[in-house]
């Protein structure tokens, strides 16, 4: 066995031992948990819908809900109404996600008279569903991360600020202003009875979107550890009230996605999935659906694939699975600090460390993330490096060398922001202060 298969090895050996370890500490605080939803991520761009065994597949699955990636002239068309009656005729609860602006540059749907470039669901199309009960609102796919590129030159393209533009505000100044126009956005989605949900992709950032309102739906699997995510978002959603946490399960990594299941090296396996919605069911995430219906089914045939068959593989087990409450979970560790969206950005190969769209930094700024890396080095026992936590880190020899694990084995903890006191409002028997001088 050569040194890169033993370390490959000892890496999944330790993955599924701390996922042992985590289920029993569920097992000593279970909590009360709220119900839970499954659902999936599918869109209709190809006519899906009227793929042999669609409906079926849905069924086989156990959805309960659909996120829908859509397109401005399926909305503003009938075209729509093949999703929704679909939807109802079945009913599933539904949402429409809008990550189409972040790859289509220039289009004038999308262009806001503020110069930000996203698209808020019209007042028409919220008229027009409001008092559907199924539909619950929009998805905005990576609002954080495309907010973080403000200003910068993607394959030629200038990617123009989400949010607010910042680029010269200083990086608290930023989170100030991102959360504000957040909770306008959450207002507006609210005043029709809906809500905006966040589908988070980086190991930050989730503070500023639910001081502003947004439920968080951060990405399990992608390029980051689950335990994680769950102490970030979990921990934003705790300072923040938040009544509900969603989460997403994620099988695209990097530039890898398993289309029909078919996978290979380096691709999220359907072990991971599976692993995946235990974690997120233990952990008392409420909604969880998983991105791509696409890679679940062959939608040429309506098959499930193998990782359509750990879903139903999950829904089997999971009665016999602890759950808890998220807003009850018990941490051994509270972390504030300053969220600023640094997860080892110097290893990248294009994405910058702009908090929240500033180009502005401190010594005392950069001095804290560095501690934040090296705190979840020590805490993980060393497992994530000691200067980068994400996958994203490219040129880093950790992410370069070292296959995707789905738990890092951080202690039971949560994370909150620099508006937090003195002292964190969750009690725990230990509290790092990243923020004080």
Not at 232 to 256: K, N, V
Request: glycine share 6%.
């Amino acid at each position: 066995m050569t040194r890169r298969q033993t370390h490959h090895r000892f890496r999944q050996e330790l993955s599924h031992v701390v996922a042992v370890v985590l289920l029993l500490v569920a097992c000593a605080c279970p909590g009360v948990a709220g119900a839970f939803s499954f659902g999936v991520n599918a869109d209709n761009w190809k006519g899906e819908l009227g793929r042999p065994g669609f409906a079926q597949a849905i069924k086989d699955l156990g959805v309960e809900f659909i996120v829908w990636h859509v397109s401005p002239e399926e909305v503003e068309s009938d075209r729509i109404m093949e999703i929704v009656d679909f939807c109802r005729a079945n009913k599933l609860a539904y949402l429409f996600n809008t990550e189409l602006t972040n790859y289509v540059p220039g289009v004038p749907y999308f262009t806001n008279a503020d110069g930000t470039y996203r698209w808020d669901l019209k007042p028409t199309t919220m008229e027009r569903f409001k008092d559907d009960p199924l539909f619950l609102g929009q998805v905005y796919d990576e609002p954080m991360l495309m907010q973080s590129l403000n200003g910068v030159v993607v394959n030629g393209r200038r990617i123009p600020p989400y949010f607010v533009d910042t680029a010269t505000m200083t990086p608290q100044q930023a989170f100030n202003a991102v959360a504000a126009k957040i909770a306008e956005i959450s207002t507006y989605h609210a005043s029709y009875g809906k809500v905006a949900v966040f589908e988070m992709v980086l190991p930050d950032y989730a503070h500023a979107a639910a001081r502003g309102g947004a439920i968080l739906a951060p990405k399990l699997l992608k390029e980051t550890c689950n335990d994680l995510m769950f102490s970030m978002y979990a921990g934003a959603a705790r300072q923040y009230q938040q009544a509900e946490l969603w989460a997403c399960p994620d099988l695209w990594f990097l530039d890898r996605f398993p289309e029909k299941g078919k996978g290979g090296p380096g691709y999220h396996t359907p072990q991971h999935l599976y692993e995946s919605l235990c974690y997120a069911y233990t952990q008392g995430f409420d909604r969880v659906y998983v991105e791509h219906l696409k890679g679940l089914v062959d939608l040429d045939t309506g098959l499930l694939t193998e990782y359509g068959r750990k879903v139903q593989a999950f829904h089997a087990d999971r009665t016999d699975l602890p759950r808890r409450s998220w807003k009850e979970f018990e941490p051994q560790l509270v972390v504030k600090r300053f969220p600023d969206g640094y997860w080892g950005q110097q290893f990248s190969t294009f994405l910058p460390n702009y908090p929240y769209g500033s180009r502005q930094t401190t010594p005392a700024l950069r001095q804290a993330a560095d501690q934040w890396l090296l705190l979840l080095h020590t805490e993980s026992k060393k497992v994530l490096p000691p200067n980068a936590n994400n996958w994203n880190a490219l040129r880093h020899p950790f992410c370069k060398n070292t296959s995707y694990f789905p738990l890092a084995g951080l202690p039971p903890m949560l994370v909150v922001d620099h508006t937090g006191g003195e002292a964190s409002s969750i009690p725990a028997p230990r509290v790092v202060d990243l923020t004080a001088p």
